[in-house]
């Protein structure tokens, strides 16, 4: 099972930043938080990972909160092409199996 | 550089018919994942290669599923005596050695069992 929760549905306005929430209060102690989207009709993408620092890469910032039991993904100019499912996992390390939960549904509109 | 390739990118069959399913990894990495995504849901875990090697098959759902990957390149999946409920798309990614390498995927396979 997941362990992660995450709303069914988001929307944000083209240009916006948009601010994914997930809820993980039972990771442990190494267990990083990390991220993928899904656009429609391809494979997942890969956009971020963190363990307890926030990370900030060419697509996207990563927030963890200090107990680590929950963060947020936000796209700082949100855009119409990043319409897409959003996936947050935890796990040990990147190379383990994906435990995908159900995402959120971000639109973003014009 | 090239990415995951996986084809057919689509295949309709009968039921009971056994298929094939292919997938290129990015060239240099040394794991390989199968999962399967039914309509509207994540994706589900189904085999972890790493070289030619399964250290992982916990995700296949019975015995009609199997894999196999020759050195570090290609992978076929094959589903024997099809079913309805086989229906999906299967997706395939790779990722180089590390903890941290991140899985890069292909576009999937979309499989139709009529």
């Known amino acids: 099972d997941a362990k992660t929760t995450q709303p069914p549905s988001m929307d944000c306005a083209e240009g916006r930043a948009a601010n994914l929430p997930c809820n993980h209060s039972?990771?442990?102690?190494?267990?990083?938080v990390y991220w993928y989207r899904q656009i429609h009709s391809q494979g997942p993408q890969y956009i971020i990972h963190?363990?307890?620092n926030n990370e900030t890469n060419e697509m996207a910032s990563l927030i963890i909160t200090e107990d680590r039991k929950s963060s947020t993904l936000i796209l700082p100019h949100a855009t119409l092409r990043d319409t897409a499912v959003y996936y947050c996992?935890?796990?040990?390390?990147?190379?383990?199996?994906?435990?995908f939960g159900t995402g959120t549904r971000l639109q973003v509109f014009p | 550089g090239a990415g995951v390739s996986q084809s057919p990118s689509n295949k309709v069959t009968e039921k009971g018919k056994d298929v094939e399913l292919r997938c290129d990894p990015i060239?240099?990495?040394?794991?390989l994942y199968w999962y399967r995504q039914r309509l509207g849901q994540g994706l589900e875990f189904l085999i972890y290669?790493?070289?030619?090697?399964?250290?992982?098959k916990s995700g296949l759902p019975s015995d009609r599923f199997s894999a196999e990957r020759t050195g570090e390149s290609v992978s076929t999946l094959t589903i024997q005596r099809t079913q309805q409920e086989d229906s999906a798309v299967y997706l395939c990614a790779s990722s180089s050695t590390g903890l941290l390498k991140p899985q890069h995927f292909g576009d999937g396979t979309r499989l139709s069992i009529l």
């Open positions: 996992i935890v796990g040990l390390k990147l190379t383990d199996k994906l435990i």
């Open positions: 290669f790493q070289g030619n090697s399964a250290p992982d």
């Open positions: 963190g363990l307890k």
């Open positions: 039972t990771i442990s102690g190494n267990e990083y």
């Open positions: 060239s240099g990495h040394t794991a």
